[in-house]
């Protein structure tokens, strides 16, 4: 089972930090992505992070602002969102991959977990 925590309220410009916990350990060998849903829009696809950590993705709205991590032994995904923007507001999500490497697709992933909240406010 996946458990996402760290959401909260936020200044723009602020930092938060979110981490997708896997109790089931399920996510060892699989890609790990992040991916938020703002009302009234679709799931969007923010980080992605290969089954090492050698290969990570970005939607372009979190370029350089947003950093996806994992440590395996603590079977956990991190991301890490700096300079934080009122449009980063949305329930963000991590699931489990169906492979190894990077998928954007939300077909491409098994396992969801419960989401957790974040807002930012200006």
């Known amino acids: 089972q996946l458990q996402a925590f760290g959401g909260g309220v936020a200044q723009a410009g602020s930092s938060l930090r979110l981490s997708c916990v896997d109790s089931?350990?399920?996510?060892?060998?699989?890609?790990v992505g992040w991916f938020r849903q703002a009302p009234g829009k679709e799931r969007e696809c923010v980080a992605v992070?290969?089954?090492?950590?050698?290969?990570?993705y970005y939607t372009d709205s979190v370029k350089g602002r947003f950093t996806i991590s994992r440590d395996n032994a603590k079977n956990t995904v991190y991301l890490q969102m700096n300079s934080l923007k009122p449009e980063d507001t949305a329930v963000y999500y991590c699931?489990?991959?169906?492979?190894?490497?990077?998928?954007?697709?939300?077909?491409?992933?098994?396992?969801w977990g419960q989401g957790t909240l974040v807002t930012v406010s200006s």
């Open positions: 699931a489990v991959g169906l492979r190894s490497t990077i998928a954007t697709k939300t077909q491409d992933y098994r396992y």
């Open positions: 992070i290969s089954w090492n950590g050698r290969s990570t």
């Open positions: 089931r350990r399920t996510f060892n060998n699989n890609a």
